[in-house]
């Protein structure tokens, strides 16, 4: 499962959600959205670095200006993950 950390009010996380949700769907994965302010421990370690986008081994793939392009070369670069 592939986590998108964002926070409310967030216009990058705005402007990535489709692009992310898509790239994820084709990729053949599962998203799943977290609003990193209801996690201390997510805003120590990503504060002001979002939106972020997590494989599902907890590596970062993409973060902050998110473009389609780059964002295709990230999942390709982690495989096809594990529906789980």
Do not use: Q, W, Y
Request: glycine content about 8%; proline content about 7%; charged content about 30%.
């Amino acid at each position: 499962m592939f986590r998108f950390l964002t926070r409310p009010g967030c216009h990058l996380c705005d402007e990535a959600r489709p692009l992310v949700v898509a790239a994820v769907a084709r990729a053949g994965g599962l998203l799943s959205e977290t609003d990193i302010d209801t996690d201390d421990d997510l805003i120590k370690v990503f504060g002001l670095r979002i939106p972020v986008l997590l494989d599902p081994r907890g590596r970062v793939l993409a973060e902050g200006v998110i473009d389609d392009r780059s964002l295709r070369r990230a999942l390709k670069r982690a495989g096809k993950p594990n529906p789980a």
